[in-house]
């Protein structure tokens, strides 16, 4: 099991360093909560897992049910369930590595919007 609860994830020889907590944002959301996820993934490697699941649901028939777009909430319970990453309801002591712009994130992965997805996910 992970130690995320202090911050630190095992290293070589029973060393520790810290997993960065990275926020998670979407410029239109309303959301009163700022999300963010403590993970062992760098930033380029989180903004692909992102970005798959953003795509993934694209690609998935419309329901009445359920809105179009994903929220910064439902994609950090998603990447919480799927990836091992922990889940954090920021506050004001929260120190954060990195933020991830979920429309931003689109934009520049999503090919079917015209995203400059060959280059960027190499």
């Known amino acids: 099991m992970n130690n995320f609860g202090n911050r630190?994830?095992?290293?070589?020889?029973?060393?520790?360093?810290?997993?960065p907590i990275i926020e998670i944002t979407h410029s239109y959301c309303l959301?009163?909560?700022r999300y963010a996820l403590q993970t062992q993934?760098?930033?380029?490697?989180?903004?692909?897992?992102?970005?798959?699941?953003?795509?993934?649901?694209?690609h998935l028939p419309d329901f009445s049910t359920i809105k179009e777009d994903l929220d910064?909430?439902?994609l950090v319970d998603i990447l919480h369930q799927l990836y091992d990453c922990e889940?954090?309801?920021?506050?004001?002591?929260t120190y954060?590595?990195?933020?991830?712009?979920?429309?931003?994130?689109?934009n520049i992965y999503a090919p079917s919007e015209g995203g400059e997805a060959e280059k960027s996910w190499s």
């Open 72 to 74: 910064q909430a439902q």
């Open 96 to 106: 954060l590595e990195a933020t991830i712009n979920l429309y931003e994130n689109w």
């Open 41 to 58: 993934y760098s930033l380029k490697e989180l903004n692909h897992l992102c970005a798959y699941v953003q795509l993934s649901r694209y």
């Open 8 to 19: 630190k994830t095992p290293e070589a020889k029973g060393t520790h360093r810290l997993t």
């Open 31 to 33: 959301l009163d909560n």
């Open 87 to 93: 889940r954090i309801v920021i506050n004001d002591t």
